[in-house]
């Protein structure tokens, strides 16, 4: 058995009869963080797609935590601890801060988990009573990672979680992101701040037209100044 917590294997699938992604293998250790990098289109958001069970048709093989989960569903993938934030829309505007935490399904003691979760997020204790529509843009980014940890989730998906923010509060996502392994949470997550992200990632993944194109420590990947030319941008 792996001792990896998610391990993708041989992946393909698409939206109709065309393979949007062409066989990936890509695996997460428990507590670390792994960045998907790479061109438009390139088929990243297609993949977290098909890991959280959204993606129509697929082949090859995922599993988490030793157990495979490609036929579950997205629910039932959520509940065997698959977390995702997505970019927009990720709480209910016009529920209170408490309730966009309470309405979470499958937190067995929920008044505690809510203060472990919230001594993380200070500032959203002082607004538990407020609805979400009164937060700023980064208050509402804690809130939706707030939420996605109430069930204890073993690994935290997250799709460009910087791209809709003002420049000021990226810096605060990944130092979010940066502290979820202490708590348990591994995370894989998809940033065009390719730089940014690898800088606190121990893996990386590059994709190109629905193909890993490189594959390694995060690191080395930084360091390979050809493949970060191509690849990874100015950020
Ligand atoms: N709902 C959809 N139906 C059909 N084709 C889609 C759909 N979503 C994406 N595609 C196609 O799949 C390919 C990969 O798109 P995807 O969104 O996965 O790329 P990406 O790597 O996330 O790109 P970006 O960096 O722009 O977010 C593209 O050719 C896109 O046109
Ligand atoms: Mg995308």
Redesign the pocket.
Known sequence: MSANLLDIRALRG???EVD?IQGIDLSVAPGQIVTIA??????????VKALLGLLPRVQGEIVLDGRSITRLGAEDRFDAGLAYVPQVANVFASLTVRENLQVVRGVPHLKRRMDEVLADFPALVERLAQPASNLSGGERQQLAFARALMPSPRIMVLD?PTAALAPSLVGKVFDMVQKLPAAGVAVLM?E?RARQALQISLQGYI?DQGRCVLAGPAHELLGDERMAQLYLGSH
């Open positions: 698409g939206y109709s949007i790479g061109t438009n289109g390139a088929g990243k958001s297609t993949l460009e998809v065009q994709l």
